[in-house]
C-alpha cells in the first residue's frame, strides 16, 4: 500500500541510509551506491560527497538522481524519490556537523569530523528536489 505524501516525507526525513542512483552511461545499469542524506518534509533532499567523486561525475553528467530508502522492522516500508539536481556547492562547516550529528552518537561527531577533516579531503554539497515519488508499506 503505498504512503501518504505526509507519511511518505516523515519516513524520509528519518535517518536511514540511502541508496542512491545516478545513470553510469548508455550501456550500463546506473551506478548505485550507499551514502547519508538530509531530508527536512517539503524541502529538498541533499547529500555529501567528493566534488571529484564517480557518483559526483555522474551526477554532473546525468543532472538528477534517485534516493531509496527502506526499513524492514516492524514492517517492510520503503521511500524512492528521484528528481533534478538544484545545486552543487562547498559544502560549509555547520551542514557537515549536521549531517554527522545525524548518522552518528554525539561522543562520536568530533572524531569523525577530525577524521574526515584528515583522511577524507573536500567535500560537496548537492541538493535534489525530489519530483517523483515511489512508496509502500508492506506490513
Not at 507519511?7 to 542512483?21: M, N, V
Not at 547529500?47 to 546525468?62: H, N
Not at 568530533?110 to 535534489?128: N, T
Amino acid at each position: 500500500m503505498p504512503l501518504t505524501p505526509e507519511d511518505r516525507q516523515a519516513f524520509l526525513a528519518e535517518p536511514h541510509i540511502g541508496a542512491l542512483s545516478v545513470s553510469a552511461g548508455p550501456d550500463r545499469g546506473p551506478l548505485t551506491v550507499p551514502i547519508w542524506y538530509q531530508y527536512i518534509p517539503g524541502g529538498e533532499l541533499w547529500v555529501l560527497t567528493g566534488p571529484e567523486s564517480a557518483k559526483m561525475r555522474r551526477i554532473r553528467a546525468a543532472g538528477r538522481f534517485s534516493l531509496m530508502v527502506e526499513r524492514v522492522q516492524p514492517t517492510v516500508r520503503y521511500v524512492s524519490v528521484e528528481g533534478p539536481v538544484t545545486g552543487i556547492g562547498p559544502v560549509s562547516d555547520s551542514r557537515h556537523r549536521e549531517m554527522v550529528e545525524r548518522y552518528l552518537p554525539a561522543e562520536q561527531v568530533e572524531g569523525y569530523l577530525a577524521y574526515a577533516a584528515a583522511e577524507l579531503g573536500e567535500h560537496v554539497m548537492v541538493s535534489m528536489h525530489p519530483q517523483r515519488w515511489l512508496s509502500g508499506d508492506l506490513g
